[in-house]
């Protein structure tokens, strides 16, 4: 896990903050050679400490969003909740702020959910599978 880390450190292109919730969450933007099978990767570095990692080619803008996402994501998981990824989704497009293109957000994250639906084909983890589908179904029903 340390020379993992180490890894990453080499990657960081930047660093930077969302709130959500009442819990400020760190996270350090990534080159897109982290994880080259998926364009927009996420993921966390710690939850319990709120720090986190993003793909620097996912749009600045968009950065809080996603963070914001993967830690509700992570927070609803541990609770137990068995619809944890689109309940975080659902709370994650309440924050996308007036002056975005929301139609834009949510083909980008329909995008994102196809992406990473492909990705995780074949994966043993079949409750995370069920999970990201949902999501990628849910967004699916978005006509834009
Ligand atoms: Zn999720």
Redesign the pocket.
Known sequence: MRSYLDEMQKMVVGTATVLVDDQRCFYDILTKEFEPRLTHFVGAVDSSRGCYFVSEATPKEYQPLVVA??HL?LMHKAKGRSH??LQ??REELTFIPDSMDWEAYIRFRRAFFDDFVKYGKGSTNTEFWR??TE?RDFLRSFNV
Do not use: G, I, K, N
């Open positions: 996402h993967e994501c944890y990824c975080a989704l999970a990201v999501s």
